[in-house]
């Protein structure tokens, strides 16, 4: 490794499961609870969430962002909840402007709150909400190699100690959960799903994960939308290369919980 990417955070990829991640003891909480500390410190937090959508890449640009509860019928505690970290619109400003020269239509949002695909695992990260964040959309209506092409663009932050993280769930099939128990081991066609991406994460076999609708086993089954997958593009594109598989989790069956870190090495 030269010495300008030794210099450099990773990329991160986290998957946020349920809200109540940010209250329950889990595997992944405590997970989430040792990486924060185990990274270098970073000037500023740039993360990709599930829960953002937008046409175009749209970038938090408020000082000192809202915290937004966007879900419904958890306890009271978890609305009481509040992460206050301050924003960053400097750093909106610049990432905006490397997708422009990217070739992205990029805008920034001074209106726009953290929702829980940000703030959640945050919280469990950096629980003392001093780092200054900005959020960014993802698109849909884009494919997997539009999003890793997004995080490509925004790599040269990781040189200035910006850590960049795309949130979402390796495997996300909301309407097949099994409620007996949150510890549900995987049903069998979400383990093959998350068994073929994350062989392919760790390979850097970017051309087979970028194609996964069309190429991974279970693929409709396990992602029915894929807005919670997309994130995992942008990380990677932050830094390229292969991936390190960090963290596996599973819970009620059909939401896996893994976590990538991404060092651009091959």
Do not use: C
């Not at 000192?64 to 958890?74: E, I």
């Not at 992460?83 to 992205?104: C, K, N, Q, S, T």
């Not at 932050?238 to 060092?263: I, P, Q, S, V």
């Amino acid at each position: 490794m030269d010495a300008q990417s030794s210099m450099q955070l990773p990329s991160l990829f986290i998957s946020h499961g349920a809200p109540m991640l940010a209250l329950e003891d889990s595997p992944t909480g405590r997970f989430l609870d040792g990486l924060g500390p185990a990274l270098s410190r970073p000037r500023a937090i740039l993360i990709a969430s599930a829960h953002l959508s937008a046409a175009r890449p749209v970038f938090t640009a408020a000082p000192a962002p809202a915290t937004l509860h966007d879900f419904g019928g958890f306890p009271r505690e978890l609305y009481a909840l509040r992460y206050p970290a301050p924003g960053a619109p400097e750093l909106a400003l610049r990432a905006a402007e490397l997708l422009r020269d990217g070739g992205f239509a990029a805008t920034t949002d001074a209106t726009l709150p953290l929702d829980h695909g940000a703030w959640v695992p945050l919280l469990r990260m950096f629980p003392q909400a001093d780092i200054p964040v900005v959020e960014l959309s993802i698109s849909p209506q884009h494919d997997a190699a539009w999003h890793y092409a997004l995080g490509s663009a925004l790599a040269p932050l990781r040189a200035d100690k910006v850590l960049v993280i795309g949130s979402g769930g390796f495997v996300h099939n909301l309407g097949a959960l099994d409620w007996s128990t949150a510890a549900h081991g995987p049903a069998p066609w979400a383990l093959e799903f998350a068994t073929w991406l994350a062989a392919r994460v760790r390979a850097g076999d970017t051309v087979a994960a970028t194609r996964w609708l069309t190429h991974a086993p279970q693929a409709q089954r396990a992602h029915p939308t894929p807005e919670h997958l997309l994130p995992l593009f942008v990380a990677w594109g932050a830094a390229a290369g292969a991936g390190m598989l960090l963290h596996e989790d599973w819970e009620f069956a059909t939401l896996a919980l893994h976590a990538f870190r991404f060092d651009g090495r091959a």
